[in-house]
């Protein structure tokens, strides 16, 4: 399976962290944020890895190269930043079938391998988590009917409706612009 990871912002929340390098360099736990996420791909079954970059690009391509542990990585330019739908939709390209997407700059306690896999057992596309309502106001949150099933997603909104969030690795069936 492939894995798509978003890596083309700046990441201007983190100010000076970001001035000089794009936030996948910037080191969580001694290490850049990108080999969190590309560990937490390889991790849960990716056999590739497309990296979408743009600010500071030519430094995540000298830091991590052609591979990952082994496993290949190639990259996409994303000149213009229209939000996430339009960063993967720039991996259409080089994606075949269901794919895993982790954002670029989430780090995971812990092995998403069995979340992947429920994913993909349930016919789903993402894993929720319940949260509180004061951390679901810094999330993805997650809207539901009736029957459980997604019907929209509000990034970090002020009045959350529910304290489902994402979890920010989702399983997808392919991309098509």
Do not use: W
């Not at 944020?33 to 590309?38: G, I, N, Q, R």
């Not at 391998?113 to 349930?122: F, L």
């Not at 949260?131 to 009736?146: C, L």
């Amino acid at each position: 399976m492939d894995a798509v990871i978003p890596a083309a912002g700046r990441g201007s929340r983190i100010g000076e962290l970001t001035a000089d390098r794009p936030k996948g360099l910037v080191e969580v736990a001694g290490r850049p944020l990108l080999a969190h996420a590309f560990e937490t791909a390889v991790d849960a079954g990716a056999d590739a890895l497309v990296v979408i970059v743009g600010y500071e690009a030519a430094q995540i391509v000298d830091r991590f190269g052609d591979d990952f542990a082994g496993v290949p990585i190639t990259y996409v330019h994303q000149r213009e930043r229209l939000g996430l739908g339009h960063t993967v939709l720039q991996a259409e390209p080089h994606v075949d079938g269901t794919f895993l997407l982790v954002n670029g700059d989430n780090v995971f306690a812990g092995s998403v391998a069995p979340a992947v896999e429920a994913i993909g057992e349930a016919d789903a596309a993402l894993a929720v988590e319940e949260v509180s309502p004061a951390v679901a106001t810094t999330a993805g949150v997650v809207e539901t009917d009736e029957a459980g099933r997604v019907t929209g997603l509000v990034e970090k909104p002020a009045e959350p409706s529910s304290t489902l969030v994402t979890t920010k690795c989702y399983v997808l069936p392919e991309l098509s612009p």
